[in-house]
């Protein structure tokens, strides 16, 4: 990888996760609402609203634990900034995982029963997910090491 890819590379992987999760989004709900499907399992909504709600909930805060926690670790390391920030990005990923995966289950959910409500707990998601994107000040204070060495990754 070219120097000063590495970010490039990270917001890459974060604009493809968030542009999964909405085009997935908006095409189950282009079907539902222009009749091309029927929800087929309209019965089981009250469930799956506890079980989404329940399910975002761990996958949000989960999300948020294990990245404090690894930040944690990173800071603490005595490596460079590529070895910080190779940590960094895992941690990013990680966190993406159990914040995506709750989202992908909540747009399942919707295009199962029509349940507009599951669409709102998506955009809470997918509202969070672009508050964790990474950004050049952001883990250059995270991370704790100055602009230069965040150039040369």
């Known amino acids: 990888m070219q120097k000063g890819n590495a970010l490039k590379a990270l917001n890459i992987i974060h604009k493809g996760l968030l542009a999964g999760q909405v085009m997935f989004a908006a ?62 990005r895992a941690a990013c990923i990680i966190q993406w995982a159990l914040m995506e ?6 747009i399942i959910c919707f295009f199962l029963t029509g349940n507009y409500a599951f669409l709102a707990v998506v955009a809470f998601v997918i509202v969070l997910f672009v508050m964790t994107g990474p950004s050049k000040l952001k883990i250059q204070l995270q991370l704790q090491i100055s602009e230069a060495e965040l150039d040369e990754l």
């Open 101 to 106: 995966g709750p989202a992908i289950f909540c």
């Open 27 to 88: 095409v189950t709900a282009y079907l539902l609402y222009s009749g091309a499907v029927f929800p087929a399992a309209t019965g089981l909504d009250k469930i799956l609203q506890v079980v989404a709600l329940a399910l975002t909930a761990a996958g949000v805060f989960a999300g948020f634990t294990v990245f404090k926690k690894k930040l944690g670790q990173i800071r603490e390391m005595q490596g460079g900034a590529k070895e910080k920030f190779d940590q960094y």
